[in-house]
Nanobody
Framework: QVQLVESGGGLVQAGGSLRLSCAAS????????MGWFRQAPGKEREFVIG????????DYADSVKGRFTISRDNAKNTVYLQMNSLKPEDTAVYYC??????????????????WGKGTLVTVSS
């Protein structure tokens, strides 16, 4: 059983940056693809960005292209989400996810093995 704990959320002005972290424990972190999803009020949870187990491949939603990057440190069992040029529409609860890479990339929330509890990101205009 893998536990995922997100941190780094908060309030930031539009145009600012935040770095989210997701620390994993209780399993073999390096065997999982990792990703970030987000859910805004009244909307469905959506895929944001994902990275393969080795860190050699990644993909992202068009809405964050050129602004968000993902990285992982398998030695520290941690995945990071660097968010730059934030916009008010990026406001959401951000969830860390572990599971099959293919499931992550297509946003198949039912195919995700593990979820964190989420961290709130609020971008003010």
């Amino acid at each position: 059983q893998v536990q995922l704990v997100e941190s780094g959320g908060g309030l930031v002005q539009a145009g600012g940056s935040l770095r989210l972290s997701c620390a994993a424990s209780g399993g073999t972190f390096s065997s999982y693809a990792m990703g970030w999803f987000r859910q805004a009020p009244g909307k469905e949870r959506e895929f944001v960005i994902g990275i393969s187990w080795s860190g050699g491949s990644f993909d992202y939603a068009d809405s964050v292209k050129g602004r968000f990057t993902i990285s992982r440190d398998n030695a520290k069992n941690t995945v990071y989400l660097q968010m730059n040029s934030l916009k008010p529409e990026d406001t959401a609860v951000y969830y860390c996810a572990a599971g099959p890479y293919a499931k992550l990339l297509i946003g198949d929330t039912r195919g995700i093995d593990y979820w964190g509890k989420g961290t709130l990101v609020t971008v003010s205009s």
